[in-house]
């Protein structure tokens, strides 16, 4: 069973190369799942787009400037940064699952998952919604 799991996950040079648009191989393909819509993967979204934002504006610091020059300098682009990998998550996360040959509404899955009992409460009480309804409840911009 061991050997199932570690055969199913990323090493570490795939991981790097994924978290940064490579795209894995079938066989990893629930991983890959897990990852870009499961519990915690807006958070793991935004670390990873963070990192790159650093190598860019490290060197910044090295220039002879008093602390307030540096935190002026770095800081509001830092942030604009983090902010544009918030506001384009899902677009993001859907594009991966679709590079990976999956569903891109599975973005939607935690959402889905967290209002599941509202939805039973809705169909126990008026019934169940027409097959129209599925293609209204996604969140794709497109």
């Known amino acids: 069973m061991a050997d199932q799991k570690t055969k199913d996950r990323p090493n570490v040079l795939q991981y790097l190369a994924y978290c940064y648009g490579k795209r894995l191989p079938d066989s990893m393909r629930d991983w890959v799942a897990h990852d870009l819509a499961d519990h915690g993967a807006v958070r793991r979204h935004l670390i990873r787009m963070a990192i790159p934002p650093l190598f860019v504006l490290a060197p910044l610091w090295l220039l002879p400037a008093s602390l307030y020059v540096h935190v002026e ?70």
Do not use: C
Request: positive net charge; charged residues 25%; without cysteine.
């Open 73 to 142: 300098m770095t800081v509001p682009i830092y942030i604009w940064a983090i902010l544009m990998a918030l506001a384009l998550n899902k677009i993001w996360r859907r594009h991966r699952l679709a590079q990976h040959g999956l569903d891109p509404n599975l973005v939607d899955e935690i959402k889905f998952k967290k209002d599941q009992r509202m939805h039973e409460d809705y169909i126990r009480r008026f019934g169940p919604r027409p097959e129209s309804s599925k293609y209204q409840a996604n969140s794709s911009p497109f």
